[in-house]
């Protein structure tokens, strides 16, 4: 209560100053929250991508991006390279025709439950209903990502148009926080007759349906290294061309690497900005305070004393700009999801730790930017400090 006395003597400076580290510390919330988001998507990638390979036509703009169609026969001729435990063949594409937008994409995955031989580890549940089972090829049904479901008010036993074809809804899956959450799961003789439609009548009257798939994910051997078995795999089959977890990786690490620059510079201007505004209000404060500085070092108080009590009204001045400034971020990114909860653009994630670090932050800087006037006014001399006017 004597700090917020001492603080509340000067109303005006020191809101300014706490407006001036809270609009810091919104901005690192904001952001941070943000880059929690993208981070969580890239770690999600990263697991999937991990302990295998993936197969895409070597046409493809992008690796891994599953969109050139290839015919089932490569998942075969890869089967046959030593190295390879199992190759599930697969199409991934876009749900609908329009692409673009903010965040992950929605996605159609088709594919044959079981085509892994139980090798794949990355984690897939349902909250909702059930996942697909190799009974379900040949009928529509359809098992839904959390984000998606709730943008289609997709319910267990009601239907949905994918690319204008009714599907059943059986399971919904349990979020991820990842890819998944944006994806619709279908059997792969579903997702093959939906491909075929989206394509030139060229390419159609080439292919039947059943000879279709976008990509493969391939699952190695124990003991194989990921890097030697997709040099084989390109070396082996014609017009492909592979991705592995190591590659994707540094497929990402640039985009990460953006979000975390901007997370370190908003954190440096809420440095700057807040550091200079406590300087300078602590600096008043102790000019205005002269006479009583002196007075407590003339009856023994301790220099240790005063840069203690001037320290902790500057780092009081930095938590209270850090609760506010975290209370505005978290009311940002509250009402941004819900406003895109109804259309799945999730684009922020609050975490515990991003609250307590922004809080942390913000309490430090007040703190480190109150040493500077706090030992000033511990070496005012005792006497000259009586005579100041």
């Known amino acids: 209560m004597r700090l917020l006395r001492q603080l509340a003597r000067r109303k005006l400076r020191t809101t300014l100053t706490i407006l001036g580290i809270t609009i810091g510390i919104w901005a690192l919330v904001v952001f941070s929250s943000m880059a929690n988001k993208i981070n969580a998507l890239v770690e999600g990638g990263s697991q999937y991508f991990a302990g295998k390979v993936l197969v895409t036509d070597a046409t493809n703009i992008a690796v891994g991006a599953g969109i050139t169609p290839m015919n089932i026969e ?12 199992a ?23 088709g594919a044959v439950p079981g085509a892994d031989e139980g090798l794949e580890t ?12 190799p009974e379900d090829e040949g009928s529509n049904v359809v098992v839904f990502g959390s984000d998606l479901a709730r943008k289609k008010n997709a319910t267990i036993g009601g239907t949905v148009e994918i690319r204008d074809v009714e599907f059943e809804v059986v399971g919904i899956l349990e979020p991820t926080l990842t890819a998944p959450d944006t994806s619709a799961v279908i059997p792969l003789q579903a997702a093959q007759e939906l491909m075929i439609a989206s394509l030139p009548a060229p390419i159609q009257a080439a292919f039947s349906p059943d000879e279709l798939i976008s990509q493969v994910v391939v699952y190695p051997e124990p003991g194989v290294d990921d890097a030697d078995l997709a040099a084989r795999i390109e070396a082996g089959v014609d017009n492909v061309q592979t991705l592995t ?21 908003v954190a440096v201007i809420s ?9 300078n209000t602590m600096a008043m404060s102790v000019a205005e305070r002269t006479r009583e500085i ?34 505005l971020g978290a009311v940002v990114v509250v009402l941004a999801n819900e406003a895109g909860r109804d259309s799945g653009t999730i684009l922020f994630d609050l975490t515990p730790g991003t609250a ?34």
């Open 271 to 279: 440095l700057v900005v807040g550091g200079l505004s406590v300087i």
């Open 122 to 133: 990355f984690p897939i549940n349902a909250i909702q209903g059930r996942l697909l089972t």
């Open 356 to 389: 307590i670090f922004a809080v942390a932050f913000s309490t430090i800087l007040g703190i480190v930017a109150g040493i500077i006037p706090a030992w000033h006014a511990a070496r005012l001399d005792p006497v000259e400090a009586l005579r100041y006017e």
């Open 245 to 265: 977890g190591a590659e994707f990786d540094e497929q990402v690490d640039s985009a990460t690497a953006i979000f975390n620059a901007i997370i370190i510079g």
């Open 74 to 85: 490569v998942a075969d001729q890869i089967r046959d390279l030593d190295g390879v435990a």
């Open 87 to 109: 190759a599930d063949p697969q199409i991934q594409m876009s749900y609908d025709m329009e692409l673009g937008g903010f965040g992950a994409p929605d996605t159609v995955l």
């Open 294 to 327: 002196g007075i407590k070092r003339a009856i023994g108080g301790s220099r240790r004393r005063i840069v203690r009590e001037l320290m902790l009204e500057a780092g009081l001045i930095g938590l209270l700009g850090g609760l506010i400034g975290l209370a």
